[in-house]
């Protein structure tokens, strides 16, 4: 029987986390004012995926004048308008569109990707990011009705789409997926790679979780397939949106008494290895191990169990899986 524990180990403070905007949610049914605000308003724009960026990869806060002078540039499509929250009394907003000529802002980087500027963003800016780009993910994606297959409209400044023939409403879906560290009893951690991740990356099992299955019951399962550990004492760290779609990641820490059994699944898993703190800082340093990207849950939960020295001993290049 699997253990589920609150208490110890700390909560993790987690990068996409991080937010400081009041949603507002009272103010989406009010159009006047949401016109008022986007005229007054701060608006970043998301373009095919990416965003537009100052020289310095921070966030580029556009106005509604600026929004109508890209329209009547003929470089992006329509977009959808929608309402991020409030600020200090500011109201922000996302423009999101496609770009015509996407080519032509990749070439000269005024449009990047959240994953490339990730770590150097503001509690404000990472909560207007994540929120934007996951809306925009829906949005692009749900251009039709499930019900009839008729077109749908965004309403509510950006938070559902209508249908335009039955009038069904429509709302954003945040797909539930649990990550998990493993221990043993001399404090070692087992990580595994995926097949499709670059040459040495490793890091921590995850898997969504399925219908009608807790956080508890999807940790042990998923550890169990891909790892074919049991586990016992499982702890919450914590949770952070994670937009690339539309997932949210709930992390935790679990040990396992059987740490002889461990395998790959040789499917989704194809190596694990099992490391102790001087064992990973020697295959960062002799590059046989890739750690993943500085803002993931994974990586946050990796730094932490190694403690003091993961800023100095851990540093290793980024490791996104292909798109």
């Not at 009041?22 to 986007?38: H, K, S, V, Y």
């Not at 490793?202 to 956080?215: I, N, T, W």
């Not at 960062?284 to 191990?289: A, R």
């Not at 993943?292 to 990796?302: F, L, N, Q, W, Y």
């Amino acid at each position: 029987m699997n253990q589920w524990t609150s208490g110890q180990p700390a909560r993790l403070e987690l990068p996409l986390a991080r937010a400081s905007v009041d949603r507002a949610g009272d103010i989406r049914l009010q159009p006047e004012e949401l016109n008022r605000l986007w005229d007054s308003g701060k608006i970043l724009h998301h373009a095919s995926g990416k965003f537009l960026v100052t020289d310095l990869a921070q966030i580029k806060f556009l106005s509604a004048a600026d929004i109508d002078g890209l329209k009547l540039s003929g470089s992006f499509e329509s977009g959808e308008k929608i309402f991020l929250g409030i600020e200090k009394g500011i109201g922000y907003f996302a423009w999101c569109s496609d770009a015509l000529n996407l080519l032509a802002h990749e070439e000269d980087q005024s449009y990047q990707s959240l994953r490339a500027i990730g770590d150097g963003l503001s509690d404000l800016e990472m909560g207007l990011a994540v929120h934007a780009q996951a809306l925009a993910n829906w949005h692009h994606a749900h251009q039709f009705c499930a019900r009839c297959g008729a077109r749908t409209t965004a309403g509510n400044g950006g938070t559902l789409r209508k249908c335009d023939q039955d009038a069904s409403e429509h709302y954003p879906r945040t797909d539930p997926a649990i990550i998990v560290l493993i221990k043993d009893k001399d404090d070692r951690v087992l990580l595994g790679r995926q097949k499709v991740w670059p040459e040495h990356r490793f890091s921590c099992f995850a898997g969504f979780v399925e219908p009608g299955e807790s956080f508890e019951h999807c940790v042990a399962r998923e550890v169990g397939e891909e790892a074919g550990v049991d586990v016992a004492d499982v702890y919450y760290l914590g949770s952070q949106p994670w937009p690339f779609p539309a997932s949210i990641m709930i992390a935790f820490e679990a040990r396992t008494n059987n740490p002889q059994a461990a395998r790959p699944d040789g499917q989704e898993i194809e190596q694990i290895r099992w490391f102790s703190r001087e064992e990973m800082k020697q295959a960062v340093l002799d590059k046989s191990l890739l750690l993943p990207p500085v803002m993931s849950v994974a990586r946050k939960m990796i730094e932490a169990w190694y403690g003091n020295g993961a800023n100095v001993d851990l540093v290793s290049g980024q490791s996104w899986r292909p798109e």
